[in-house]
């Protein structure tokens, strides 16, 4: 009797918990995750990096060296945390819109418009890979995400999750589509956006560089001093009133035939001037920009100028002083124009073989705004290499190093036999570096570069096992190549092997047995090593190389991979 009682409090109090819960409001993404396979096979299998030799393109040394990681761009991100973990400037992103018209794949199979996890999948698709974008960033850095009316909402939110509120930048609006689409029954769809948002808000400006005639229409006035254009010095909006700052309002004297100017007290009675003072509006007194002492030592960086019958004081703004422009939320077709993306791929194939890639002109119009022209650019959804196009041409229009970074699968591009990352984005990558023929026949003359092609592999790790780490350890070398940027092997002896770049060297040393050997390969080599030394534990045998301490960076493997990958498949 006492349990059937305690049966019904029970139930009673759950009814009444679930009311409770009925009634509050929530605010935020709910969704129902559903298992991926690809994340579930990480709970056995461990990926790293193995390079396709044949695939590597080098046309100047001196470049920086780009990659294509071929696989699913879970398992790439996952990588990328061990190699790249802080070190992305600009992440750009052209992700699967979830129309429910074979765009978007899960668990190899295609979602459509009836699916009711349809949404949830998407979510838990993206949210898995943006928390691991998320960590790659810079604190300087930014991402970008293209995106459509089917998934903003939602996106927004989820970014809002993962990137943090305070860190949105802005939903570009791009004019993609001018002439109009027929994706809505409704309404003919121009548009499409683009979701930005900063590692950490306070460290991010955005600057795009004027164009010459931009500039030559902007500073139009010349004096001896050089090109110029003269900007107003009284405050105009919110804040701009007298009493908003009252010890910016004061008279200036200004005498029209010999051009002097007088700040305040500094006229005395003096004939043929005119005063000048600053109005927020019509009758409604002001305040200027610079104070008295300011516009007393810049005073010959002051003009005045009659304004509609009434004489206003402006300052001059010189060319050598050009910081730039803030880029504008809406972007416009001659920019963002989808059908332009397609003509671009068009001329370098002769034929179409991929759908609505991103023009160049957007990527490198996002890559501007950073201003960073030693950035490094990830794209995990590279598709057709747009990006890597983009970050190529931005480097030989303004002499930049930039690299990229690009994350593709391979799987049939919608029934057309062609494989995405080997038939479409690598050899658009190759004849852009070396040069093509176009739709007419002529020659376009290549950008230059280097790149290095990866596939994902995966160790068996179902335990952590001493066989297991031996096992992981040899099979890590290329993914603490990419870490380290040193390509080129240089020592390969029993127990370890030595790798560079132009001036930085790597050491992986497999037995400890062959520190000793090592250390003296490496004494006659300048410059710092990263040396990466093989231990069933996080012991990188400081004490063995006390000697050389101020040369060497000691990191124990598989456990510093071993640490991350914890992190990520927990």
Known sequence: MENNQTKEKLLAEIGRLKNELKKKKKYGLIWEDKPEDVVEMCKEKLPVLK?????????????????LIEGDNYHALSVLNYTHNGKIDVIYIDPPYNTGNKDFKYNDSF????????????????????????????????????????????????????????????????????????????????????L??????????????????????????KDEKGNYYSERLWK??????????????????????????LVDNEYKNNKSFVKIIPYHTRGVLGRWTWSRDTMKNGRNNLIVKKVAGEWKLHKKVYKESEVGKLPFSIIGAD?????????????????????????????????????????????????????????????????GS????????????????????????????????????????????????????????????????DKNKIRMTEEAIEMLCVKEGTFEEVENRVG?????????????????????????????IKGKFSVYIFSLGDDAFDDEFEDIKNKVKLS?????????????FK
């Not at 459509?148 to 939903?171: M, P, R, S, Y």
């Not at 930005?196 to 902007?218: G, H, P």
């Not at 852009?432 to 068996?460: A, M, P």
């Open 335 to 399: 920019i963002g124009r989808t059908e332009m993306g397609s003509l671009e791929v068009k001329e370098i194939f002769n034929t179409k073989v991929f759908d609505y890639p991103k023009p160049l002109n957007l990527i490198c119009h996002f890559l501007s705004s950073v201003n960073n022209k030693s950035a490094i650019i990830l794209d995990f959804f590279a598709g057709s290499g747009t990006s890597g196009h983009a970050v190529l041409q931005c480097n030989k229009k303004d002499g």
């Open 196 to 221: 930005c948002y900063a590692r950490s808000i306070n460290n991010v400006k955005f600057i795009l560089e004027r164009t010459e005639s931009e500039l030559e229409n902007r500073y139009s006035e």
């Open 496 to 524: 370890f092997k030595i790798f560079k770049n132009q001036d930085h060297h790597m050491g992986v040393i497999f037995d400890q047995l062959a520190i000793k050997d090592f250390k003296k390969a490496i004494a006659s």
């Open 402 to 465: 930039r690299k990229f970074i690009l994350c593709t699968d391979n799987e049939d591009n919608n029934g057309s036999g062609l494989k995405i990352a080997e038939d479409i984005c690598y050899p658009r990558i190759k004849r852009v570096i070396q040069g093509y023929k176009n739709s007419k026949n002529e020659r376009v003359i290549g950008l230059g570069g280097n790149l290095k092609y990866f596939k994902t592999d995966f160790v068996s790790f179902k335990e952590s096992t």
């Open 51 to 67: 390079e396709v030799k044949s695939k590597e393109i080098i046309t100047d040394k001196d470049k920086p060296v780009n990659l």
């Open 236 to 261: 105009r909006g919110i804040g701009g009133r007298k009493e908003d700052v009252p010890t910016l309002h004061f008279p200036v004297y200004y005498n029209p035939k010999t051009k002097q100017i």
């Open 556 to 568: 124990p493997i598989p456990e510093a991979i071993l640490k991350v990958y914890r992190r990520i």
């Open 111 to 194: 979602v459509d418009k009836e699916d009711s996890y349809r949404h949830s999948k998407w979510l838990s698709f993206m949210g898995k890979r943006l928390k691991l974008a998320q960590k790659l960033l810079k604190n300087t850095g930014a991402i970008f995400i293209s995106i459509d009316d089917n998934e903003v909402a939602q996106l927004k939110l989820l970014c809002d999750d993962i990137f943090g509120e305070e860190n949105f930048i802005v939903n570009f609006i791009v004019n993609s589509a001018p002439a109009g689409t027929q994706s809505s029954k409704n309404v003919s769809i121009q548009h499409s956006y683009c």
